[in-house]
C-alpha cells in the first residue's frame, strides 16, 4: 500500500461537508479504548489545529490567497472540531495530559527512527528525553495530588520515569535554533517528520498554557507552567529545522502532505471501527486539499507541485510501544545539552554562559518539577499500592 | 442502556498488559528517582502557598442600599456576623437555582432511559424539581428582605459549586445511565441536607426567627428528597437500606 499524493485525488473540497451532529459525535471510552486511540486523536487535533495557525499567518501575509485559505482554512477547523469532541468529559485536564506526553515520547521516537537525516534524527531523540522527563512529572502530580494511577491511561505501553531533569532543560532561546534541513535536497519524509513534530508540540503548549491555570493545587499550576515553558522552547527547536527559504505555497503544499502521511498512519493502525472511519474519510479530504494546494502553487509560482511532492507515500508512523527505543536513548543520551545547534555533554556545558544562567535564574526559587517528584516511583495502582503516605510513617494504634 | 456496568474489555488495569508491565517495572531499578523526597514537598509547597496567596476566594457585598438594609433590619442581626447569614443564604439561593437544572437534566435521562421498577416516577422527579424551584423562590425573597442583592455569587456559593461541579456532569454526560445519575444526585441531596440544616440553625441564631421557620419547612422537604433518593438507588442496586422510607 501507498499513497500517491498528486495523483490520488481523495474528495474535493467543495465536496467536504459536515453537520453539527457529525461534529459532536460520541467519544471514544476512556476506560475501554486502546492508549493508541486516544494518541491518534489527540495528536490529529495538534496537526489539525496547526493547519488553521499557518493558514493565518499565510492570509496575514497574503491578500490574494486569502480567499482560497478560507475555503480551505473552514473545513481544516470543522475537521479539528470533530476530533478534538472525540475526547470524553469523563477524561480530565491532567488524563488528557497525561495522553499529549504520550503523544510526544512515542510519536516522536517513532520519527526518530525513521529519519533518514542522523542530524535531525538527534533532534528528535533530544527533545524526546525531555518530554519523557515530563511525563514522569506529570505522572507523579496525578499520583499525589489526585490518587490516580498515570498507568489508567498509557496501558503499559509507556514508562513513567525520569528523564533528562526538566528543571536542567531549561535553555536561553540561543541555544534552541538548530540546523535546518535543506529545501532542495531533503527528503520528503523529513519534511513531514518536522512539519508533524512542530505541529504537535505547539499544540502541547497551547494546552498547557490554557488548562494549566485551571488546576487547583498550585503544585500543578507551577509545574504546567514550567513544562509549558519547555514545550515553547520545543516549538522553537522543531520550528527551526525547517528551511526558511521555503515559500509561503510549498509550505502550505508540505502542510497538506504532512496531513495525509498522519491520516493514513491513523487509518493504518486504528481498532476502533467507528473512529478508523473518521481518519479514512479525512484521508480523502486531506487528498482533496492536497490537490486544492497544489493547483494554487502550480498557478501562482508556475511550479510542477511534483517538484516538492515528488515520491509516493509508503512509510506510515508506527502507533507503538517503544520503550526499548527510548531506554537506550536514555543511556546514551540522557547528560546531553544544546549549545546553539550542536549538542554536547551536560559537563561542557559553558560555565556561567547564557542558557546556565538563564536556568539558574528561573530555578532560584525552587521548581515544581523537582518538587512534585520528589523519590516518587511509579507502582501498579499508584505509589500507595507499596507504601504508606509519607504523613503517616508509623502505623497509627486506631484502638489505643 | 442497562441499570449497571457490563463485563467488557476495560484497558486500564494491568492484567490487560502483564508483560508490558513487567518491562514498566524493570526500568525502574535502572532509572531511579532524581531528587530523593517523598510526598511531603507537595505538602510544604502547599503551605508556602497558603501563606504566599493570602487571600480569600472573594467577599460579600454590602447591602444594595443603605435604606433597604435599616428596612430590613439587617443592621439588627445577631449572631456572629450578619455577613456570614449573607454568605450562607446566597450559597443555598445558587445551590438550589443549580438543583432546578439538575433535575432538569435528571429528568432528561430519565425520559431517556425509561427509569426501573423500585424506582421514582416522573412525577415524583418533577416534584423535587418544583421543591428545588420554590427553595430558590424563598432564598431570593429572603436576601431581598434583608436588603441583600440576590444575583450575587457570594465565597460559599462559589464553594459549594466548585464542590457539586462533579454531579451535574456525570448527569448530563450521554454515557451514563439513570442509577449512575441517582448516585451523583444523592450527593447533592447531602450536601444540601447539611447546609440546609445549618442554615436553619444560623438564621435562628441570628434573629431571623420567622426566616428559620420557613427553612425548617425546606428542610424537612430535603430530608424527603434525601431519604426518597437514597431509596431509589438502593433499589437500584437490588440492596435494602434501614434508613430508606418505602
Known amino acids: 500500500m501507498s499513497i500517491d499524493l498528486l495523483n490520488d485525488r481523495g474528495t474535493p473540497l467543495d465536496q467536504q461537508k459536515f453537520t453539527w451532529k457529525e461534529l459532536v459525535q460520541p467519544t471514544y471510552?476512556?476506560?475501554?479504548?486502546?492508549?493508541?486511540?486516544?494518541?491518534?486523536?489527540?495528536?490529529?487535533?495538534?496537526?489539525?489545529?496547526?493547519?488553521?495557525?499557518?493558514?493565518?499567518?499565510?492570509?496575514?501575509?497574503?491578500?490574494?490567497?486569502?480567499?482560497?485559505?478560507?475555503?480551505?482554512?473552514?473545513?481544516?477547523?470543522?475537521?479539528?472540531?470533530?476530533?478534538?469532541?472525540?475526547?470524553?468529559?469523563?477524561?480530565?485536564?491532567?488524563?488528557?495530559?497525561?495522553?499529549?506526553?504520550?503523544v510526544a515520547i512515542e510519536v516522536t521516537a517513532a520519527l526518530a527512527l525513521k529519519e533518514p537525516d542522523p542530524y535531525l534524527a538527534q533532534v528528535y531523540r533530544f527533545g524526546l528525553l525531555e518530554d519523557f522527563d515530563h511525563m514522569y512529572r506529570y505522572g507523579a502530580?496525578?499520583?499525589?495530588?489526585?490518587?490516580?494511577?498515570?498507568?489508567?491511561?498509557?496501558?503499559?505501553?509507556t514508562d513513567v520515569l525520569p528523564g533528562r531533569p526538566t528543571s536542567l532543560q531549561h535553555r536561553h532561546p540561543d541555544d534552541e535554533i538548530r540546523n535546518h534541513y535543506d529545501r532542495e535536497s531533503a527528503n520528503l519524509r523529513t519534511k513531514l517528520h518536522a512539519y508533524t513534530l512542530v505541529a504537535a508540540e505547539f499544540q502541547t503548549h497551547d494546552y498547557y498554557m490554557t488548562v494549566g491555570p485551571?488546576?487547583?493545587?498550585?503544585?500543578?499550576?507551577?509545574l504546567y507552567a514550567e513544562i509549558a515553558s519547555i514545550e515553547e522552547q520545543h516549538v522553537t527547536q522543531y520550528e527551526s529545522i525547517i528551511d526558511a527559504g521555503e515559500t509561503w505555497l510549498e509550505k502550505l503544499l508540505?502542510?497538506?502532505?504532512?496531513?495525509?502521511?498522519?491520516?493514513?498512519?491513523?487509518?493504518?493502525s486504528e481498532r476502533n471501527p467507528r473512529i478508523k472511519a473518521i481518519w479514512e474519510r479525512f484521508l480523502d479530504y486531506e487528498l482533496g486539499h492536497v490537490r486544492y494546494v497544489a493547483d494554487l502553487f502550480e498557478n501562482h509560482e508556475h511550479r510542477d507541485a511534483a517538484s516538492v511532492l515528488d515520491t509516493k507515500l509508503t512509510e506510515t508512523?508506527?502507533?507503538?510501544?517503544?520503550?526499548?527505543?527510548?531506554?537506550?536513548?536514555?543511556?546514551?543520551?540522557?547528560?546531553?545539552?544544546?549549545?546553539g545547534p550542536n549538542f554536547i555533554p551536560m559537563a561542557e556545558e559553558p560555565k556561567n554562559g547564557p542558557s546556565q544562567r538563564y536556568r539558574e535564574q528561573l530555578n532560584s526559587e525552587g521548581e515544581a518539577t523537582e518538587r512534585v517528584a520528589a523519590g516518587y516511583?511509579?507502582?501498579?495502582?499508584?505509589?500507595?499500592?507499596?507504601?504508606?503516605?509519607?504523613?503517616t510513617p508509623v502505623q497509627p494504634n486506631l484502638h489505643a | 442502556m442497562t441499570m449497571h456496568a457490563e463485563l467488557g474489555i476495560n484497558r486500564t488495569g494491568i492484567s490487560t498488559s502483564p508483560a508490558l508491565t513487567q518491562d514498566m517495572l524493570a526500568g525502574r531499578e535502572e532509572f531511579p528517582p532524581d531528587v530523593a523526597g517523598d510526598e511531603r514537598n507537595i505538602a510544604l509547597f502547599r503551605a508556602e502557598s497558603v501563606q504566599q496567596w493570602n487571600e480569600p476566594l472573594g467577599s460579600v457585598p454590602p447591602p444594595t442600599t443603605v435604606k433597604g438594609m435599616v428596612k430590613s433590619g439587617v443592621t439588627a442581626l445577631k449572631g456572629e456576623s450578619p455577613v456570614l447569614l449573607i454568605d450562607k443564604?446566597?450559597?443555598?439561593?445558587?445551590?438550589?437555582?443549580?438543583?432546578?437544572?439538575?433535575?432538569?437534566?435528571?429528568?432528561?435521562?430519565?425520559?431517556?432511559?425509561?427509569?426501573?421498577?423500585?424506582?421514582?416516577?416522573?412525577?415524583e422527579l418533577e416534584g423535587i424539581l418544583e421543591d428545588e424551584f420554590n427553595h430558590f423562590?424563598?432564598?431570593?425573597?429572603?436576601?431581598?428582605?434583608?436588603?441583600?442583592?440576590?444575583?450575587?455569587?457570594?465565597?460559599?456559593?462559589?464553594?459549594?459549586a466548585t464542590i457539586g461541579a462533579g454531579a451535574m456532569h456525570v448527569i448530563v454526560e450521554p454515557r451514563t445511565n439513570f442509577a449512575q445519575c441517582l448516585e451523583a444526585a444523592v450527593t447533592i441531596e447531602l450536601v444540601d441536607n447539611e447546609s440546609w440544616d445549618a442554615l436553619t440553625a444560623l438564621a435562628d441564631q441570628s434573629g431571623q426567627r420567622e426566616l428559620a421557620t420557613r427553612f425548617k419547612a425546606a428542610l424537612v422537604q430535603e430530608t424527603m428528597h434525601l431519604l426518597h433518593v437514597r431509596r431509589w438507588l438502593a433499589n437500584s442496586q437490588g440492596i435494602t437500606r434501614s434508613d430508606a422510607t418505602t
Not at chain 1, 492570509?59 to 470524553?88: C, F, G, K, Y
Not at chain 1, 502542510?255 to 493504518?268: D, G, P, R
Not at chain 1, 508506527?318 to 540522557?334: A, G, N, P, Q, Y
Request: aromatic share 8%.
Open chain 1, 29 to 102: 471510552s476512556k476506560l475501554d479504548d486502546d492508549a493508541f486511540t486516544r494518541v491518534r486523536v489527540i495528536l490529529m487535533n495538534g496537526i489539525e489545529s496547526d493547519q488553521l495557525r499557518f493558514s493565518h499567518a499565510c492570509s496575514r501575509m497574503n491578500r490574494v490567497l486569502q480567499r482560497d485559505l478560507a475555503r480551505l482554512r473552514r473545513v481544516e477547523q470543522h475537521q479539528q472540531t470533530l476530533i478534538n469532541w472525540l475526547n470524553p468529559a469523563d477524561q480530565s485536564v491532567l488524563e488528557t495530559t497525561i495522553g499529549f506526553e504520550q
Open chain 1, 141 to 157: 502530580l496525578m499520583d499525589r495530588v489526585e490518587g490516580k494511577d498515570p498507568n489508567n491511561l498509557l496501558q503499559s505501553y
Open chain 1, 214 to 222: 485551571t488546576y487547583f493545587d498550585p503544585i500543578g499550576r507551577q
Open chain 1, 254 to 268: 508540505l502542510s497538506q502532505a504532512m496531513e495525509v502521511y498522519n491520516y493514513y498512519s491513523c487509518v493504518q
Open chain 1, 317 to 339: 508512523i508506527d502507533f507503538v510501544s517503544h520503550r526499548e527505543f527510548v531506554r537506550d536513548v536514555l543511556r546514551k543520551e540522557t547528560q546531553l545539552t544544546a549549545s
Open chain 1, 377 to 391: 516511583e511509579w507502582a501498579p495502582g499508584t505509589e500507595l499500592a507499596r507504601k504508606r503516605p509519607a504523613a
Open chain 2, 89 to 123: 443564604l446566597g450559597a443555598r439561593l445558587a445551590f438550589e437555582r443549580t438543583g432546578v437544572r439538575l433535575y432538569e437534566a435528571l429528568l432528561s435521562k430519565f425520559d431517556a432511559t425509561g427509569g426501573f421498577d423500585a424506582g421514582p416516577t416522573r412525577v
Open chain 2, 137 to 160: 423562590s424563598l432564598l431570593k425573597e429572603a436576601l431581598t428582605q434583608l436588603g441583600a442583592d440576590p444575583t450575587v455569587m457570594t465565597p460559599s456559593a462559589d464553594l459549594q
